[in-house]
């Protein structure tokens, strides 16, 4: 297997057989530029985020931090495979060898990297279960940085232990909705019980680091940049396979927040399009919130406030708020551009699994293959052990993503085993 941290991050911007939608100014309705962004991202991140550059080389700090985990492993899954009686070969690719147990620190690390090297001090963000903002408290701190995080209220309440990792790091976290922003407060005095959404938090800190010279805002998922640090995950996977004896996978499988599903299955669709391999990718979203499979594919705000760029993208809308399910980082209105884009051109299924069934298969995961993962995780497993147990054919190569473990989401699996 591999044993060398990747060298360079994948763009499929660079073979999309169409270009993607511009992202559009909220007030000209006309597509937004660097000057635009440029009050809440770093320069180098904004150019990412537009570039059609097929690969963008990895500075050497990035890589030495993510030397600590990288590359993640991808495991033959044969006690599942006896467990399940199938002749299919099941591999899962494992994000959760991470200091924070998930794929997040892919792009945390890097953004915290261009944001400190343009004198940036402080970042804000929003997270849903925790992982994303655990990961960037993590990467703010090896960079001598403090991030200050709005976690949707449901999660904060469920999840303390992301709170705990996000204050061992030195950074702060409050529950979303908040009195300490124009736009929570005007939320709590619209709905004062509420459970809270990816939406709105994603509002609050836009609105904090609008307001702060010093700060920028990072986002762990949605926006091109995102999914372009994530492209490591599936970077890794080519040569592991290759290495492994697989002349390609038949079928992937991975969670459909956006940036674990892009990360893994992006630089499979570019060899998909540049050589002809025929792998086929599967969307798994909660029914909870099934934007794709569910939702328009039109141009939305991707925060409540309408603080943000219009995205082109499949959308429940912005007032949309999930119930208060266990996959905390996957209860979002809309879908990352990119992936939109991706299954708007049929590079890419969906499907949407609910929670008990989702959380029933990430229990036969763990008794068999050992691994806890994360209810995020558990829709990859759960669409993957359906197509395996109905559809695979003998020596068909299935590989999943398991974007993060399970460990400090302990208590969404009582009662379910």
């Known amino acids: 297997m591999p044993s060398t941290v990747p060298t360079r991050w994948y763009n499929l911007n660079a073979d999309f057989p169409e270009p993607m939608p511009p992202a559009l100014n909220p007030a000209t309705d006309e597509p937004v530029t660097a000057d635009d962004l440029a009050p809440l991202f770093a320069e180098e991140l904004i150019a990412q985020e537009v570039s059609t550059q097929r690969y963008i080389d990895i500075p050497q700090a990035i890589r030495e931090v993510y030397a600590l985990w990288r590359p993640s492993p991808l495991v033959r899954a044969r006690r599942l495979e006896r467990e399940l009686g199938t002749k299919a070969k099941i591999y899962y690719k494992y994000e959760g060898v991470s200091p924070t147990g998930s794929h997040k620190p892919n792009t945390a690390v890097a953004q915290a990297f261009y944001n400190k090297a343009q004198g940036i001090s402080k970042l804000t963000t929003e997270t849903g279960a925790g992982q994303w903002g655990a990961s960037l408290a993590f990467a703010c701190a090896l960079f001598d940085m403090v991030a200050e995080v709005w976690q949707v209220r449901a999660s904060y309440d469920a999840k303390p232990y992301r709170r705990y990792q996000m204050e061992v790091y030195g950074s702060s976290c409050h529950p979303s909705p ?238 379910r085993v």
């Open 178 to 415: 908040s009195d300490l922003t124009a736009s929570g407060r005007e939320l709590l005095d619209r709905m004062p019980d509420t459970t809270g959404s990816l939406g709105m938090a994603i509002s609050e800190a836009v609105e904090v680091a609008a307001g702060d010279p010093s700060a920028h805002y990072a986002l762990g998922s949605v926006l091109n940049h995102v999914m372009i640090h994530q492209s490591v995950i599936g970077e890794e996977l080519l040569e592991q396979l290759a290495a492994a004896g697989e002349e390609q996978a038949d079928i992937v499988f991975a969670c459909a927040g956006g940036s674990n599903l892009a990360g893994i299955t992006f630089p499979l669709i570019g060899q998909n399009l540049r050589e002809g391999t025929t792998t086929r990718f599967m969307a798994c979203e909660p029914e909870a919130a099934p934007s794709i499979t569910k939702g328009e594919y039109r141009y939305d705000f991707g925060d409540v406030a309408g603080l943000t760029p219009k995205l082109m993208m499949y959308t429940l809308g912005t007032d949309f708020v999930p119930p208060a399910i266990h996959a905390g980082g996957l209860r979002y209105h809309g879908m990352s551009p990119m992936v939109s884009h991706a299954v708007h051109l049929g590079l890419m299924g969906a499907t949407a699994i609910d929670q008990d069934t989702s959380f029933r298969a990430g229990v036969l995961f763990a008794r068999s293959e050992g691994i806890i993962p994360a209810p995020e995780s558990t829709h990859a497993i759960a669409g993957a052990l359906d197509y395996v147990t109905t559809s695979a054919r003998p020596d068909e190569v299935v590989v999943i993503g398991v974007s993060g473990n399970g460990v400090l989401d302990l208590p969404a699996y009582e009662g």
